[in-house]
């Protein structure tokens, strides 16, 4: 009996204890979860869904978003605060933190929406050593302002991507070398990509061309280039004298025109979406290097324009490099200029802070506007002399002598013409060609030393006929002409330094005619514009001598398969030694008849 009362006390006990823990639970707080969901949607900046970007949270839980930019990640911890790291190859890396008052109380959730800005542009190019014959130049250290790096390989190439669309300044450094910069414009990439190559060991003191390049520069030796094919102020002005796209290098666009030789602006596709707008870099150019002096301190452009008005010019100008500076720079002769007009227009730059040094002179066009800009600025001719030269006329100045005031070659060009190094020259042009097509014959004569590309022509009455086979031929006038074998008709002339192993001249060449005679003459004018006309040494030579120290001769045969047929002329010039000479090859009117007499160059040498 003891033991029942036992079991109903302990069974009324835990009923007792059950309804007071019952009775306690009914008062418990609810359980708030340690952890949460962050969601949200990803766009770009245009608001456009972007999907597979990557979402990473700072302890490592990662999702990826779907084709409508939005993305949720589970059991993030609330208790503290999480980073969320945004990344696709393609844009720039964005990141959001998200702290535990973000979370929604009730439904624990937070929500981050991002903006991605996108980054997919790639800048490339190659690195070359300028002072290494432009090989390609590793170990280059291409450095971006946003902090982006590359660096070039064994080939000289380098590649820096995931870059937003926007303008930079890349710096390309190593060791040894002077760092260089270059800009590149948002307008620069096409399909997102922008091409910036650099030259190390050098700077560009004219688009792409360094000062080392620029050394190379051909030289203007003498004081007048003429360019086009139109008879303006003939025969001064004609096709077969304007000699311009031979003896000049140009850069960017340039054509050859009836109405001169014409720089123009570079509108092909890629310039219209890409070329940035310059008032400091040319986009076409000219370019040479000329020794100035008080008798040609004074550059004329002859020119006119096409695609340009009043309201749209073309816009030009003049640049001076002086590489014997310690850091040479391509100073500006004056304000950029405007012209727009069909009429032919001088315009004169004074280079007398040059005088006394040889420098590169650039004649160029800038490119004023973005998308389809059209200008062309047509060069008629580029002069030197001691003042402005206007219009067609020529150059003016001091007469040699008295015989020679009409010669058109005075004192200071003789003074000024610079000293030709090359002692050979021919004739015969590689391609032969006619007025519609001679730009491509005269431009093969810089290949050959052609005696057109090497010596100045003086058209004074006459023109030439640059093809024919047998040689480069200059001649006189026909019925109505003067007999006169003191001044020529038409002539060469270049400037030799005249030395032991320099000083003899050998003419090979021929006539086309046995009845009539071709009168020529080989005359030398020193820098003080002493005169002396020079008559042929050999004995054997064909002809005889004429009135005025002239040469008269006929002989038909020669061609470049048979150059032993042509009359050779051989002249002592050993009087002038240690002297810079003047040196004119001339044919002259020398009988009273009504044919023309022509002297076809095979070719003039200097040994």
Not at 3 to 11: A, D, F, G
Not at 228 to 246: I, K
Not at 302 to 313: F, G, K, N, S
Not at 376 to 396: E, H
Request: glycine content about 8%.
């Amino acid at each position: 009996m003891k033991s029942l009362r036992n079991i109903s006390k302990t069974l009324l006990l835990f009923a007792v204890v059950g309804g007071m823990l019952t009775a306690s639970g009914c008062k418990k707080e609810p359980v708030i979860p340690t952890t949460g969901t962050i969601t949200g949607k990803v766009t770009d900046l245009d608001g456009t869904a972007v999907s597979g970007v990557g979402v990473t949270t700072s302890s490592d839980l990662s999702a990826t978003t779907g084709t409508d930019g939005t993305y949720s990640i589970k059991d993030v911890t609330m208790a503290s605060t999480t980073t969320l790291t945004f990344t696709k190859k393609g844009y720039l890396t964005t990141s959001a933190t998200v702290k535990q008052s973000n979370f929604d109380a009730t439904t624990y959730t937070a929500t981050v929406n991002v903006s991605m800005e996108f980054a997919g542009a790639r800048i490339t190019g190659k690195v070359t050593d300028a002072s290494n014959g432009d090989a390609s130049l590793s170990g280059v250290t291409v450095s971006l302002t946003s902090g982006q790096t590359a660096t070039t390989g064994t080939d000289g190439t380098y590649s820096i991507e995931d870059l937003p669309l926007d303008g930079y300044t890349l710096t390309f450094s190593k060791g040894g070398y002077s760092s260089v910069e270059k800009t590149v414009a948002k307008s620069d990439f096409v399909s997102d990509v922008a091409t910036v190559n650099a030259q190390m060991g050098a700077k560009e003191l004219l688009p792409g061309l360094t000062a080392e390049q620029l050394k190379e520069a051909d030289v203007w030796y003498y004081d007048e280039y003429r360019g086009g094919r139109n008879g303006d102020e003939y025969p001064h002005w004609d096709w077969s004298c304007d000699f311009m796209c031979t003896q000049m290098t140009f850069k960017g666009w340039m054509e050859e025109q009836n109405e001169g030789t014409t720089l123009q602006i570079v509108n092909d596709d890629d310039a219209q979406k890409n070329a940035p707008v310059s008032a400091e870099n040319f986009v076409s150019y000219t370019y040479g290097s000329k020794m100035i002096t008080a008798d040609c301190k004074v550059m004329t452009l002859l020119m006119r324009t096409h695609a340009a008005t009043e309201d749209a010019p073309a816009y030009f100008g003049v640049k001076v490099i002086d590489l014997s500076e310690a850091d040479p720079k391509a100073d500006d002769i004056g304000e950029t200029k405007t012209l727009a007009s069909e009429d032919y227009k001088s315009f004169d730059f004074d280079l007398s802070a040059y005088v006394g040094k040889q420098v590169v002179i650039a004649v160029g066009l800038y490119r004023m506007a973005t998308g389809d800009y059209w200008k062309q600025l047509v060069l008629r001719r580029i002069a030197f002399a001691p003042v402005k030269v206007d219009g067609f006329s020529w150059i003016d100045g001091t007469a040699i002598n008295d015989d020679m005031a009409d010669w058109k070659l005075t004192k200071e060009m003789v003074r000024s013409t610079m000293v030709q190094p090359v002692h050979t020259f021919t004739g015969i042009s590689p391609v032969s060609g006619d007025r519609d097509n001679y730009a491509d014959g005269y431009k093969s004569w810089r290949g050959v030393n052609h005696i057109a590309y090497g010596w100045a022509y003086m058209p004074r009455c006459k023109d030439t006929e640059p093809f024919p086979g047998e040689g480069f031929i200059i001649k006189t006038n026909g019925g109505g002409t003067a007999v006169n074998t003191a001044v020529p008709q038409a002539y060469f002339y270049t400037k030799f330094a005249i030395a032991s192993g320099a000083n003899k001249l050998t003419l090979k060449c021929r006539t086309f005619s046995s009845e009539v005679a071709t009168f020529f003459k080989i005359t030398v004018i020193d820098e003080d514009c002493n005169v002396t006309n020079v008559l042929p040494v050999n004995k054997d030579a064909i002809g005889e001598k004429a009135a005025g120290n002239c040469w008269k001769f006929t002989n038909e045969k020669g061609d470049p398969n048979t150059p032993a047929d042509y009359a050779t002329f051989e002249y002592d010039l050993s009087t002038f030694n240690g002297k810079n000479v003047v040196v004119a090859l001339g044919v002259y009117k020398g009988e009273d008849n009504d044919a023309e007499s022509k002297l076809a160059i095979y070719s003039v040498e200097l040994n």
